[in-house]
């Protein structure tokens, strides 16, 4: 998927936090931010496609982190994000170790979809990967 000049890849499999970069890596780039409203609406279209008709919805690492003393969500670059779009009930500031985002995506749009932070070793099903290049597409 290309968002302005940066092309978006979903790499699909059972990772952790360190898996996920790893993975990103592999097909040339690195785990992404979510950087604006409109970013994240066609980044959840874009997921949402390749959700398998077998699956109810996927959960897919970001580089984004949760300052849990402040609620304020980190960019890969350190900046303050300026979007987020939260899924029900989230952040949980309970816990310093929860502090990873990913994104929460269904097959069908719902209420119930958006960012959630997590453990970094915890094994979720995906990672979106951004580069700069034009490869763009879904690894499994």
Known sequence: MRFKDKCYTLVAGEMDYYAAKTNCRSVGGKLS???????YLAVMAYIRKLIPESTNEIDVWTAMTLMITTGKVRLSNWKTA???SWYPGQPTRRDFNRRYIYLRVPRTKSNKQGMVNYYMVSKLTGALCV????RSGSRR
Request: proline content about 0%; hydrophobic content about 20%.
């Open 82 to 84: 300026t979007f987020t």
């Open 33 to 39: 931010d979510i950087i604006s409203r409109q970013h």
């Open 131 to 134: 580069t700069t290049d034009n």
